[in-house]
C-alpha cells in the first residue's frame, strides 16, 4: 500500500506562505497579519513559531539559500573534471532556478534592497561555495582543460546569467513578444548559455 507523504507541520506551511510573501512583496511591505490570515492562525500563534517578523525572514531566506546548497553538493558530489563539470552544474543551476521562482525574487530582493541579512549572514553562508568553484577552475585551468579567464569573474558571468533572465522574466517578455518562462523559452535560454559558456571554456 501506497504510504501517504505526511501533511505540512504548520511551521511549514507559515514559511511556505512567508516565502511567497516576502518574494512578491519584499520584507517592510510584507505584513504577519496577511501571513497569519492566509495560513488560517492568528498572529499569536505564528509569533509562537517565530517571534519576529525579521526572525521568520531571516528563517525563509536561509532556508531557501540551504536548498540552492544541497543541490550544488548533489552537482559536485562526483569527481569530474573540466567542461563535462562545468556543465553538470549549470544545468543543475537552470532546473533549480526555473523550479524555485520565489528563490529568485528573494535573491534579488535582498541584493537590490539590503535586506536585513543577506550581507553579513548570507556572504558567510555562500563564500566557501564560491571560493570551492573559482579553486576548482583554476586547477582546471592550469590544468589545460579549461581556457584560462578570471575564476572569480566566470562564476558571476554565470550566475548573472541565469538569474538575471528568470528574475526580468516580465520585462524579457516585452523584449521577446513571447513568455519568457514557457519550456520552450527555458530550453532556448538554458542551451544558449551553455553553449555559449562552453564556446568561452572549453579548449
Known amino acids: 500500500m501506497a504510504v501517504n507523504p505526511a501533511a505540512p507541520t504548520t511551521r511549514e506551511t507559515i514559511l511556505a506562505v512567508a516565502r511567497g510573501?516576502?518574494?512578491d512583496q519584499g520584507f517592510a511591505a510584507t505584513r504577519l497579519n496577511d501571513i497569519a490570515d492566509e495560513v488560517g492562525i492568528r498572529r499569536p500563534s505564528l509569533l509562537h513559531h517565530f517571534p519576529s517578523k525579521e526572525a521568520l525572514y531571516k528563517e525563509v531566506v536561509l532556508d531557501s539559500f540551504a536548498d540552492w546548497v544541497r543541490l550544488v553538493e548533489q552537482a559536485t558530489d562526483e569527481?569530474?573534471?573540466?567542461w563535462p563539470q562545468v556543465e553538470r552544474v549549470l544545468r543543475a543551476a537552470f532546473t533549480f532556478f526555473e523550479e524555485h521562482s520565489d528563490f529568485v525574487r528573494l535573491a534579488r530582493r535582498e541584493a537590490l534592497d539590503g535586506g536585513p541579512i543577506l550581507t553579513d549572514e548570507l556572504a558567510v553562508f555562500l563564500k566557501p561555495l564560491f571560493d570551492r568553484g573559482a579553486a576548482f577552475l583554476q586547477v582546471e585551468m592550469d590544468a589545460g582543460r579549461l581556457k584560462r579567464y578570471d575564476p572569480r569573474q566566470i562564476?558571476?558571468?554565470?550566475?548573472?546569467?541565469?538569474?538575471?533572465?528568470l528574475s526580468d522574466a516580465p520585462l524579457i517578455a516585452g523584449l521577446l513578444d513571447a513568455d519568457p518562462m514557457?519550456?520552450?523559452?527555458?530550453a532556448a535560454?538554458?542551451?544558449?548559455?551553455?553553449?555559449?559558456l562552453?564556446?568561452?571554456l572549453e579548449p
Do not use: K, N, Q
Open 198 to 200: 562552453r564556446s568561452a
Open 189 to 196: 535560454r538554458r542551451e544558449h548559455v551553455i553553449a555559449v
Open 79 to 82: 569527481p569530474r573534471i573540466g
Open 21 to 23: 510573501r516576502f518574494a
Open 182 to 186: 514557457d519550456d520552450a523559452s527555458l
Open 155 to 165: 562564476l558571476l558571468t554565470g550566475y548573472g546569467a541565469v538569474l538575471s533572465y
